[in-house]
């Protein structure tokens, strides 16, 4: 049975309830609809604790892709919940909200850096994007400029939906070489920042760049003879050592 993904109209509900509808016997439980995002993209699954109808708060570790368009949640194996069991979902905001400013984060940092992704991944402290170069060389000071003028305009971050046809249609609209976007439910989820991107992406974001906040670029290094990787962090986060 699939799952409902209520983080994508609502990626700002803390906890909503709902049913749970399969259990499985490693801890898995599956509901109705979720306000968990489940790992996919570079984004990490979200975690937090779902608290039964008696008070019972029962952690969630992380939050995975199921079949047939299933949300595995993933409990301790003792969790004692069954079918039908009502239960009342409630994010780790703190962490879901860093994530959702440093994936939006990532996407200017795109912008700022316009050539082709190789790869990346968003964490709460810190992200990272991987670009393919060749001989381009990055100033550090520079982008950290550029990305923070992007910051600082306030645009305005949504989602829309195109079909399969229209993207085949404009294929530069995809950002990323590693990972494809999802495809066989005839529309692809597209994130519009501003005038400055957009592209396919399923994750879940702040809805204006102003929201992601004062980042630094860590460092920009080598990972091949082509590509260079990108890591930001938010700028109270202590320096590195090189």
Known sequence: MSTT???????????????????GSDGVVVTDSTIFYPHG???PGDSGVFVTADGREIPVEDTRKGEAGAVHHHLAADHGLAVGDVVTQRLDWSRRYAHMRMHTALHLLAVAIPHGVTGGSIGAERGRLDFDLGEVTLDKAEVAAQLTALVDADHPVFSEWISDAELDASPALVRTMSVAPPRGAGEIRMVRIGDVDYQPCGGTH??????????????????????RRVT???????????
């Open 206 to 227: 702040v809805a204006s760049t102003v929201e992601v906040g004062a980042l630094r670029v860590a460092s920009i290094k080598n990972r091949g003879a082509r590509n």
């Open 5 to 23: 993904l209520a983080f994508r109209d609502s990626p700002y509900a803390h906890e909503q309830t709902a049913t749970v509808t399969a259990v």
């Open 232 to 242: 930001l962090v938010w700028d109270e986060t202590p320096e590195e050592q090189s």
């Open 41 to 43: 993209g570079g984004q």
